[in-house]
């Protein structure tokens, strides 16, 4: 089945150097991946999603890039922020049948500090 | 913006205790799902819905019951609640694509 693997459970970062968290991912069909964020005490959000064209998602200064030849999907933004600190989520949804379901990986703790 | 309340936010029961967590969405959404949040474990998929009287079986099922009454409300049922099941647990709605979940505010459940 489906499964999407997030290598490191806590990322410890100096703001402003550059972030980057791990995914990669199994899938029998060619999936959409997605990027999803929850801060402190909130609910999780959507992020990023991949496209199908090959275009580079992007918003809040992350980008993502879907690279089928490597099954990875990783988060990458340039200049680490102190607003960044969160849980972030990689999930997959394949583009066979409507299911409707994502599944997710065990997600990363992002903390940035001064 | 999308709208999905949860109820109730916080709930303390004994080990075969009865608990029904609430779920409204307005967003005119088919999709529903419910999931529990763990360390260690991230986001876990119990069980979902595509529209009112459908019952999807997710990842994590056992122990769990659900029930979709309407369009716009989701259940979970835990008729003997245990220890195992102290959780903070999510409810999410998505269009028929499923592509974008939005998300409640979560109910922390505790079992003693």
């Known amino acids: 089945g489906d499964s999407v693997t997030q290598t490191e459970g806590l990322v410890t970062l100096t703001e402003g150097l550059p972030v980057m968290l791990n995914c990669t991912y199994q899938?029998?069909?060619?999936?959409?991946l997605f990027w999803y964020v929850q801060h402190l005490n909130e609910a999780p959000k959507l992020l990023l999603k991949?496209?199908?064209?090959?275009k580079r998602p992007e918003h809040q200064g992350f980008h993502a890039t879907l690279h089928k030849s490597s099954s990875s999907f990783h988060l990458q933004k340039s200049s680490a922020q102190l607003s960044d600190s969160a849980l972030y989520y990689c999930a997959l949804r394949y583009t066979g049948a409507n299911t409707g379901k994502l599944t997710f990986g065990h997600g990363t703790i992002l903390r940035v500090h001064p | 913006e999308a709208a999905v309340t949860q109820s109730p936010r916080n709930k303390v029961t004994v080990t075969g205790g009865n608990v029904t967590l609430s779920c409204r969405q307005t967003?005119?959404?088919?999709?529903m799902y419910w999931y529990r949040q763990d360390t260690g474990h991230g986001l876990r998929l119990i069980h979902y819905?595509?529209?009112?009287?459908?019952?999807q079986i997710g990842d994590v099922p056992d122990g769990y019951k659900a029930t979709r009454t309407t369009q716009e409300d989701f259940f979970l049922l835990l008729e003997l609640a245990s220890p195992s099941q102290t959780s903070l647990y999510f409810c999410a709605s998505s269009d028929a694509w499923g592509y974008e979940q939005y998300f409640g505010p979560g109910t922390r459940l505790t079992v003693l």
């Open positions: 899938s029998t069909y060619s999936p959409f």
């Open positions: 967003n005119s959404h088919n999709y």
């Open positions: 819905s595509y529209g009112a009287g459908n019952l």
């Open positions: 991949s496209f199908t064209d090959n």
